[in-house]
């Protein structure tokens, strides 16, 4: 009797033992519950507070940009105005004028002199205008294509060496110094075919509005390629700071998916930030 007295002592200890150690572990696993999801919200609370100052930065930094931009428009503005002042303003006086001229038109000889005229249908035209012809071609449409083609290649080798051949000017501007088109049929032994010349302004004038529209485009492309650069180190920037404030208030419990997480979202960023500079 004594014996089994002991047995059951010693079972019914086991039994306690074990019980209180089980409610122990459930306890921890509460309490490691409730820690998990505290972190959770004190992550997410954190990376909106980080979304939140990354959307200020972005927001001056757009600021910034937009002011530095209208600046430099500005002083681009006021130089090519003054430009066209000096230039419109070299004038000289004369003992023998009343008013200023401008410098290299005054003369004190002057002869008549017969010079044949050009006639209207020569392909090179006297002066600033010059003529562009191109290939001869089996319909009036593709020899007029052919004659574009050939004026985009005039204009590229007109305006270098200031402007790079990688430059395409617009097209409007393209357009805005053609003067004429004449499409001419000519008589082949195979049959007819068509050649279509362009008349084109080639003055200092017009190179001039292809030089301002090169600079202008070079300026916006620059500052488009600061601001991409400038927006990718402001969200690197961010990353980093939400990783670590999120690494924080979780303890570390999520370190590898905030790591992950964080460079999945420079990754897209980087990406958006090239194709929209691209």
Known sequence: MKRFFIVFLIVFLVIVAVRKSHRIEIR????????????????????RKAGDEVRDSLREARDDLRRTYHDLRDEMHDAFRANDSDLSDERIETDDLPVPILKGT??????????????????AVEGSSKSVEGLLSATQERAQTEARTALNRFVTEWLSPEIPSTWTPPQSLVDSVIEGTK?????KEYGEVFLTTLRIDASPERRTLFTREY?????????????????????????????????EATRGYYTQKLRLLAAAGVGAAGVLIYQFTA
């Open 106 to 123: 005054h003369t004190t000889e002057a002869a008549a002199v017969n010079e044949p005229r050009p006639r209207a249908d020569e392909a």
């Open 28 to 47: 921890r696993d509460v309490d490691a519950h409730h820690r998990a999801e505290r972190g959770l919200r004190e992550a997410h609370h954190a990376l």
């Open 183 to 187: 499409t001419t049929a000519i008589k």
């Open 215 to 247: 600079n202008r485009e070079l300026v916006h492309r620059r500052l488009v390629v600061m601001g991409g650069g400038f927006a990718f180190l402001l969200v690197c920037l961010g990353a980093i700071s939400s990783y670590i404030r999120a690494d």
